[in-house]
Structure formats: C-alpha cells, structure tokens
T-cell receptor
Framework: DAGVIQSPRHEVTEMGQEVTLRCKPISGHNSLFWYRQTMMRGLELLIYFNNNVPIDDSGMPEDRFSAKMPNASFSTLKIQPSEPRDSAVYFC?????????????FGPGTRLTVL | AQTVTQSQPEMSVQEAETVTLSCTYDTSESDYYLFWYKQPPSRQMILVIRQEAYKQQNATENRFSVNFQKAAKSFSLKISDSQLGDAAMYFCAYRRLGNEKLTFGTGTRLTIIP
C-alpha cells in the first residue's frame, strides 16, 4: 500500500498568492482529514470528510481556506489569498470508518512557507 | 469540549533505560479511544499504541506500554529499553466513540542519550 500521498512536500509562496495542497488517501478509506501543525497551536483538525462529504469544518480558520473532495481518491485544501501566518505543516490523513479503531494514517505533510 | 494535556514539553533518557511520558485528558464521555503517536524528524506521524476506554487491560506493543487510569483520566506511555530510533515528538490523542475527530495534546519531545 502506498500510504497517504501529499503534494507538494514543500511550498514557498508570497503573500497574496493562491496555494493548493493535494492529498490522495489510502485506497478503500472513506474518511479524510486535513490537519495543520504549528509551534504555537500544535496539531489542529481543520476539516474532515466522510464518503466525500464534509462532516466537520469547524476548524477551518476563515473564509480564505476551502477544502474539496470531488471523489474518493482526491482532496484539495486551498488558501486564497495566503498570508504569512498560514505558514505551517499541513497533514492529510485517512481512515476506514467502521473499523474497530478508525485508525488514522497520516501523509508525510506539506511544509508551507508564506513570505 | 475534550482537552488533552501533556505536561512535559521535553524528556530525555539514557539509551536502554525506561522512560514514561505523561498524558491527561478531560472528557465527560464514558466510551472513547486513546492513542499515542510518534513524530520523528521526518515529520511522519506514526501510530505507536492505542487503548479502548472500556478495556481495563493496559495495551502493550513490544517495548511500548501504557498505564491507563480511567478514573484519573490519565494515559501515560512507557518506553522500555529505549533506542536511538525512539527519539521523536510524542503526541497523545483522544477520540470519542462515534466521532472520528482526534484531539491531540501539545506533544513531548523525547531525546535519547547514547
């Protein structure tokens, strides 16, 4: 199994630019999660999908952030316009809901730097 | 709201010794899951061990074991025979039964001294 795939691994952009982070969950998993990790706030859940439907987006910081899951094998997290305070590592994770622990498997993360 | 507290920002242990990382949580639920994740310098989050709240027996995975005290809402991780590869950030996490949302603690950075 390839695991959760995220791209790009690193992204450097300038303030005001649009940023799109991509995630491919593990095949057969039907839940997908986007997390943000910063020194100040630790690991925060931004949004999660179940069967491609957003279930909880209460962690999305503001309207500049949006996430989509057009099909079971792909999701995007978009920031428009980006700001320096968005600099963080963004993780995608997936799980198979209904399994005993619903264990979440994490991707390698995308390190975003907004200048 | 559920909260997870890791009161030790940093810990260090001599190689081959035993170390215990602390975690406490706050919840009004009776059924839930607890997890310890490891994040090495590669930044990949790796599940180390997990515990179901209704199980009284403490979970064990090779050199990793937990001390789960439900009444005290405590979930500590014990690493025996510490190895250099154990050096990482360790995160405690909570998930309520029937909800997929994980709540993480702030993490403990573990250093292994050769």
């Amino acid at each position: 199994d390839a695991g959760v795939i995220q791209s790009p691994r690193h992204e450097v952009t300038e303030m005001g630019q649009e940023v799109t982070l991509r995630c491919k969950p593990i095949s057969g998993h039907n839940s997908l999660f986007w997390y943000r990790q910063t020194m100040m706030r630790g690991l925060e859940l931004l949004i999660y999908f179940n069967n491609n439907v957003p279930i909880d987006d209460s962690g999305m910081p503001e309207d500049r952030f949006s996430a989509k899951m057009p099909n079971a094998s792909f999701s995007t997290l978009k920031i428009q316009p980006s700001e320096p305070r968005d600099s963080a590592v963004y993780f995608c994770a997936s799980s198979r809901s209904g399994s005993s622990y619903n264990e979440q498997f994490f991707g390698p993360g995308t390190r975003l730097t907004v200048l | 709201a559920q909260t997870v507290t890791q009161s030790q920002p940093e810990m260090s242990v001599q190689e081959a010794e035993t170390v215990t990382l602390s975690c406490t949580y706050d919840t009004s639920e009776s059924d839930y899951y607890l997890f310890w994740y490891k994040q090495p310098p590669s930044r990949q989050m790796i599940l180390v061990i997990r515990q179901e709240a209704y199980k009284q027996q403490n979970a064990t995975e090779n050199r990793f074991s937990v001390n789960f005290q439900k009444a005290a809402k405590s979930f500590s991780l014990k690493i025996s025979d510490s190895q250099l590869g154990d050096a990482a950030m360790y995160f405690c996490a909570y998930r309520r039964l029937g909800n997929e949302k994980l709540t993480f603690g702030t993490g403990t950075r573990l250093t292994i001294i050769p």
